[in-house]
Nanobody
Framework: QVQLVESGGGLVQPGGSLRLSCAAS????????MGWYRQAPGKQRELVAE???????NYADSVKGRFTIARDNAKNTVYLQMHSLQPEDTAVYYC??????????WGQGTQVTVSS
């Protein structure tokens, strides 16, 4: 059983920064990607950023230049550093781990609210 535990969400003012962390535990094989998705009220869940097993990264256009995804392989942890946050970044952020063989897993979500 794979578990993803997220942390780092919260309330921040426009222009501020936050760092999200997601620690994976349990056994999984043939990692494909780890990443972050978000879902705002009334909207569909969307990809924010992902990093492949080969460390290639992919970002949504809306966050390019502001967000950075990184992974610590030794700790099975993925981070999302977010700068220049705007109210439209407000959402529940979900960690995702996808594999080639043992399925896809989701965290419970962490709320990010950008408001003055």
């Amino acid at each position: 059983q794979v578990q993803l535990v997220e942390s780092g969400g919260g309330l921040v003012q426009p222009g501020g920064s936050l760092r999200l962390s997601c620690a994976a535990s349990g056994r999984f094989f043939r990692l494909k990607t780890m990443g972050w998705y978000r879902q705002a009220p009334g909207k569909q869940r969307e990809l924010v950023a992902e990093i492949t097993s080969g460390a290639r990264t992919n970002y949504a256009d809306s966050v390019k230049g502001r967000f950075t995804i990184a992974r610590d392989n030794a700790k099975n942890t993925v981070y999302l550093q977010m700068h220049s946050l705007q109210p439209e970044d407000t959402a529940v952020y979900y960690c995702n781990l996808d594999t080639w063989t043992t399925g896809e897993y989701w965290g419970q979500g962490t709320q990010v609210t950008v408001s003055s």
